[in-house]
């Protein structure tokens, strides 16, 4: 703690459920493995039948898979075979024109002055393969076989250096050796980031060249069978590591932990602690980018197992300042430190935080809306007035059996005149109750009820929500209906005439 402190300043401190001490990976178990640590696959083909034949029409490609030692072998035997194939063909050149028989004959013109025996043909193949030319072996001109020998000994050496020189330097060029110089840590990590549950892992690159263009991606391997009762083996999903964001294009210039968000699209949404040390899975890692130095893609693999996830740990910080520059502290790149993590899924966290959250309120969008469902207490008992005189009217001429003309008409202006004042700042559903001709009292009030009815659940539902600027006239007490008669909360005038009737 100490030492970090120093580096890191005080105000570091490292978050621990224990003693402090660093934690210690417990003992694996061997399990096996569809991508080693190493990034090689473990995949083997079978029973091709038939489809061997093309692995041979794209013999460089197989010459260039092939390990070292099979390479090494090849190109040697090549060479060995095709240098005795054309010294032999030399030497049956010598022995058919019978310069074997004169080799110490200075009288004697040979094809190839100097060969007679198959040793000395070899060492002339070899010369003149090698372009050395030592000057004691020449074809002499009096061997037009030898010449077109020699022709096809050139055309078929040059095919062969293009052939093995060029498979050779393609396998020693080969970006793999450049993924030794990229890490990944030994385990991966699940706890909080910005408050949300992720799965993190680190990378880093031991080289000071970079990586140009680095990519990650994650895929998750784990089997699983189909709601139509499909068994999909080492079926592969895609884990986000920030392919919207842009968090997957890395500047691999220092170590760098990689996080994948748990949200209700991970496949470890439902994944918690002790679900954990029963699930089968595998994590593969790739990691790809152009080599700085050669131009070439490079592409470096790992995977995680579900024995190499740790539950409540973070990766200890590896970078330092010192005077003038930054220092990366290698020694501890795998290490981690246990910190306080809910030991449940996020899945059991949402369900949770759902089931103790109050009603949502609801809210008004604007003044528009506000001043459509809270209008005032007065006006509706305009409007219930009118309907109790009205009928009050008819029982009248209905005993009296006849009424003024003159009188009528002064009641009809005056009607008109009060509906027109009395029902401008109405909403649009009273004001067309009040503007029907011809309507009887009964559909009226039948109306004017359910509209009370509506009217008082919208003022309920709106009067915890008065705005500051909003005036307090427009926030009358609402009207309660239920539990008893209307007339019981009518205006006395209006009970008193409903009493008389």
């Given at each position: 703690?100490s030492?970090?402190?120093?580096?890191?300043?005080?105000?570091?401190?490292?978050?621990?459920?224990n003693?402090g001490?660093?934690?210690?990976?417990?003992?694996?178990?061997k399990?096996?493995?569809?991508?080693?640590?190493?990034?090689?696959?473990?995949?083997?083909?079978?029973?091709?039948?038939?489809?061997?034949?093309?692995?041979i029409?794209?013999?460089?490609?197989?010459?260039?898979?092939?390990?070292?030692?099979?390479?090494?072998?090849?190109f040697?035997?090549?060479?060995?075979?095709?240098?005795l194939?054309?010294a032999?063909?030399?030497w049956?050149?010598?022995?058919?024109?019978?310069?074997?028989?004169?080799?110490?004959?200075q009288?004697?013109?040979?094809?190839?002055?100097?060969v007679?025996n198959?040793p000395?043909?070899?060492?002339?193949f070899?010369?003149?393969?090698?372009?050395?030319?030592?000057?004691s072996?020449?074809i002499?001109?009096?061997?037009?076989?030898?010449?077109?020998?020699?022709?096809?000994?050139?055309?078929?050496?040059?095919?062969?250096?293009?052939?093995?020189?060029?498979?050779?330097?393609?396998?020693?060029?080969?970006?793999?050796?450049?993924?030794e110089?990229?890490?990944?840590?030994?385990?991966?990590?699940?706890?909080?980031?910005?408050?949300?549950l992720?799965?993190?892992?680190?990378?880093?690159n031991?080289?000071?060249?970079h990586?140009?263009?680095?990519?990650?991606?994650?895929?998750?391997?784990?089997?699983?069978q189909?709601?139509?009762?499909?068994?999909?083996?080492?079926?592969?999903?895609?884990?986000?590591?920030?392919f919207?964001?842009?968090a997957?294009?890395?500047?691999?210039?220092?170590?760098?932990t990689?996080?994948?968000?748990?949200n209700?699209?991970?496949?470890?949404?439902?994944?918690?602690?002790?679900?954990?040390?029963?699930?089968?899975?595998e994590?593969?890692?790739?990691?790809e980018g152009?080599?700085?130095?050669?131009?070439?893609?490079?592409?470096?693999r790992?995977?995680?197992?579900e024995?190499?996830?740790?539950?409540?740990?973070?990766?200890?910080?590896?970078?330092?300042?010192?005077?003038?520059?930054?220092?990366?502290?290698?020694?501890q790149?795998?290490?981690?430190f246990?910190?306080?993590?809910?030991s449940?899924?996020?899945?059991?966290?949402?369900?949770k935080a759902?089931?103790?959250?109050?009603?949502?309120?609801?809210t008004?969008?604007?003044?528009r809306v506000?001043r459509?469902?809270?209008?005032?207490?007065?006006?509706i008992?305009t409007?219930?007035?009118?309907v109790?005189?009205?009928?009050?009217?008819?029982l009248?001429?209905?005993?009296?059996?006849?009424e003024d003309?003159?009188?009528?008409?002064?009641?009809t202006?005056?009607?008109?005149?009060?509906k027109?004042?009395?029902?401008?700042?109405l909403?649009?559903?009273?004001?067309?109750i009040?503007?029907?001709?011809?309507q009887g009292e009964a559909?009226?009030?039948q109306?004017?009820?359910?509209?009370?009815?509506?009217?008082?659940?919208?003022?309920?539902?709106?009067?915890d929500?008065?705005?500051p600027?909003?005036?307090?006239?427009?926030?009358?007490t609402?009207v309660?209906?239920a539990?008893?008669?209307?007339?019981?909360?009518?205006?006395?005038?209006?009970?008193?005439?409903?009493?008389?009737?």
């Amino acid at each position: 703690m100490s030492a970090l402190r120093r580096k890191f300043g005080e105000d570091y401190q490292v978050v621990n459920t224990n003693t402090g001490a660093m934690y210690s990976a417990p003992a694996k178990k061997k399990r096996q493995r569809f991508v080693e640590k190493n990034g090689r696959c473990n995949v083997q083909h079978g029973n091709l039948g038939g489809e061997t034949s093309r692995y041979i029409s794209d013999l460089f490609t197989t010459l260039v898979d092939l390990k070292w030692r099979w390479n090494l072998l090849i190109f040697i035997l090549t060479y060995t075979i095709a240098w005795l194939v054309m010294a032999s063909m030399w030497w049956v050149i010598a022995y058919i024109r019978g310069d074997l028989n004169h080799g110490h004959d200075q009288t004697y013109t040979p094809c190839v002055a100097n060969v007679y025996n198959f040793p000395s043909a070899f060492l002339f193949f070899i010369e003149t393969e090698a372009t050395i030319g030592y000057g004691s072996r020449y074809i002499t001109e009096k061997c037009p076989e030898g010449i077109i020998l020699f022709l096809f000994q050139s055309l078929l050496g040059s095919i062969v250096d293009a052939f093995l020189i060029g498979c050779m330097f393609i396998k020693m060029s080969q970006p793999k050796k450049r993924a030794e110089t990229l890490m990944f840590s030994q385990d991966a990590v699940i706890s909080q980031r910005d408050g949300k549950l992720c799965l993190m892992f680190r990378v880093g690159n031991l080289r000071n060249s970079h990586m140009v263009s680095a990519q990650i991606r994650c895929k998750l391997i784990k089997s699983r069978q189909t709601p139509e009762g499909e068994f999909l083996p080492l079926d592969q999903c895609e884990l986000d590591v920030g392919f919207g964001t842009g968090a997957d294009q890395l500047f691999l210039v220092s170590p760098l932990t990689i996080c994948h968000e748990i949200n209700p699209k991970s496949p470890f949404f439902d994944l918690s602690q002790r679900s954990l040390m029963s699930e089968q899975f595998e994590i593969v890692v790739i990691l790809e980018g152009i080599v700085e130095t050669t131009g070439m893609t490079c592409q470096a693999r790992t995977s995680y197992t579900e024995d190499e996830v740790l539950w409540g740990h973070r990766f200890l910080p590896v970078m330092s300042l010192e005077e003038g520059f930054f220092r990366v502290d290698y020694s501890q790149f795998h290490s981690t430190f246990e910190v306080p993590t809910p030991s449940y899924s996020v899945k059991e966290t949402e369900e949770k935080a759902s089931l103790h959250s109050p009603a949502p309120t609801p809210t008004l969008s604007d003044g528009r809306v506000q001043r459509e469902r809270v209008f005032s207490l007065d006006c509706i008992n305009t409007i219930e007035e009118r309907v109790r005189a009205g009928r009050s009217k008819k029982l009248h001429r209905l005993s009296s059996g006849k009424e003024d003309p003159q009188r009528q008409a002064h009641g009809t202006s005056s009607h008109q005149s009060e509906k027109a004042c009395s029902t401008g700042d109405l909403p649009l559903q009273l004001q067309r109750i009040c503007s029907v001709p011809g309507q009887g009292e009964a559909e009226q009030q039948q109306q004017l009820k359910a509209f009370s009815i509506h009217s008082r659940s919208t003022t309920q539902s709106t009067g915890d929500l008065q705005q500051p600027g909003l005036p307090a006239v427009l926030l009358p007490t609402p009207v309660t209906l239920a539990g008893g008669r209307t007339e019981d909360n009518l205006p006395a005038k209006l009970r008193k005439m409903n009493a008389d009737r």
